[in-house]
Nanobody, 118 residues
Framework: QVLLVESGGGLVQSGGSLTLSCVAS????????MGWYRQAAGGERELVAS???????NYADSVKGRFTISHNNVEHTLYLQMNNLKPEDTALYYC????????????WGQGTQVTVSP
């Protein structure tokens, strides 16, 4: 079992910045793909950014150039640096840990709210 706890969300004005953190505990290891997803009110959950065990990073087109995903393997902490935030970034942001071949090993945090005012 893996436990994920997010923090760092809040209310920010358009153009502002926030950094989200996700601390992983339990049976987590460096094989896992770690990612950030978000779900706006009335919308579907979508991938924001992910980082593979190889270090390869993937971003949604809507956040490229503004968001940066990083991780600290020693402390098992995942980060999402968000710059130049826009009102359309408003959503509940979730941390995800997914094992590359064990389908049942797919874990979610409880989410942290990000609200960007115009």
């Amino acid at each position: 079992q893996v436990l994920l706890v997010e923090s760092g969300g809040g209310l920010v004005q358009s153009g502002g910045s926030l950094t989200l953190s996700c601390v992983a505990s339990g049976r987590i290891n460096s094989l896992y793909t770690m990612g950030w997803y978000r779900q706006a009110a009335g919308g579907e959950r979508e991938l924001v950014a992910s980082i593979l065990s190889s270090g390869f990073r993937n971003y949604a087109d809507s956040v490229k150039g503004r968001f940066t995903i990083s991780h600290n393997n020693v402390e098992h902490t995942l980060y999402l640096q968000m710059n130049n935030l826009k009102p359309e970034d408003t959503a509940l942001y979730y941390c995800n840990a997914r094992h590359p071949w064990l389908e049942q090993a797919n874990y979610w945090g409880q989410g942290t709210q990000v609200t960007v005012s115009p």
